[in-house]
């Protein structure tokens, strides 16, 4: 069972923050919080990962608890492109160096022009 | 797209016949995966494979099985399909980036069971 939990749904306007929630409050030391995305009729995509710091690459922001049972991804500036659902994923080091991942059901992200 | 390719991409099948779906990587990855997805579900992980015939279980393995001869061909089998196997099939390899690893997803194969 997925070891996340995230809202169903948001929506969001065009150019406007968005803040997609994840609560994680079983999460291990060890495990790593990724976000992957899947875009309409694809497979999923990496978005962003961290462990204890906040995280920043292209794509977008990842703001990790303190106690690192919850995180927020954080996508600054929405475009009709960032409609998918988002996955919030812990992974661990199986033997060997493999992850495993475990999804969830995801939010749906709708944009709105 | 990390070279990976699936195919079919789409398969109408009867109950009780053999599909076999493949996937097909370039860059000579070491870990593949085959994952599934359902209506209204995120996906699950169904097998997986950690190099040449080294192949384990997922959460969902019932009534599949895998095949890896090559590094670059990763094989799902439904010896015999059911219906409750019509799904989306996605196969992903794990490619290093550093100290993480990062999952590449394939395009996908849509199987319908009848």
């Known amino acids: 069972d997925a070891k996340t939990t995230q809202p169903n749904s948001m929506e969001s306007n065009e150019e406007e923050p968005v803040h997609l929630p994840c609560n994680h409050s079983?999460?291990?030391?060890?495990?790593?919080i990724h976000w992957y995305r899947q875009l309409p009729s694809q497979g999923p995509e990496y978005v962003i990962h961290?462990?204890?710091s906040n995280v920043n690459n292209r794509m977008a922001s990842l703001a990790i608890a303190e106690d690192r049972k919850s995180s927020t991804l954080i996508l600054h500036r929405a475009t009709l492109r960032d409609a998918a659902v988002y996955y919030c994923?812990?992974?661990?080091?199986?033997?060997?160096?493999?992850?495993?991942?475990?999804f969830g059901k995801g939010t749906k992200l709708t944009v709105n022009p | 797209d990390a070279g990976i390719t699936q195919s079919p991409r789409h398969k109408v099948t009867e109950t009780g016949t053999p599909v076999t779906l493949r996937c097909h990587q370039t860059?000579?990855?070491?870990?593949m995966y085959w994952y599934r997805q359902d209506p209204g579900h995120g996906l699950r992980l169904i097998h997986y494979?950690?190099?040449?015939?080294?192949?384990d279980k997922g959460e969902v393995s019932d009534g599949y099985s895998v095949s890896r001869s090559k590094t670059e061909d990763f094989l799902l089998t439904l010896e015999s399909a059911t219906s409750s196997q019509t799904s989306v099939y996605f196969c992903?390899?794990?490619?290093?980036?550093?100290?993480?690893?990062?999952?590449?997803f394939g395009p996908g194969t849509r199987l319908t069971v009848l």
């Open positions: 860059e000579n990855h070491r870990y």
């Open positions: 994923i812990l992974i661990w080091r199986a033997q060997g160096g493999s992850e495993k991942l475990v």
């Open positions: 961290g462990l204890t």
């Open positions: 992903a390899i794990s490619e290093p980036r550093g100290w993480y690893n990062e999952q590449f």
């Open positions: 079983t999460i291990s030391g060890t495990d790593y």
């Open positions: 494979s950690y190099g040449v015939k080294d192949t």
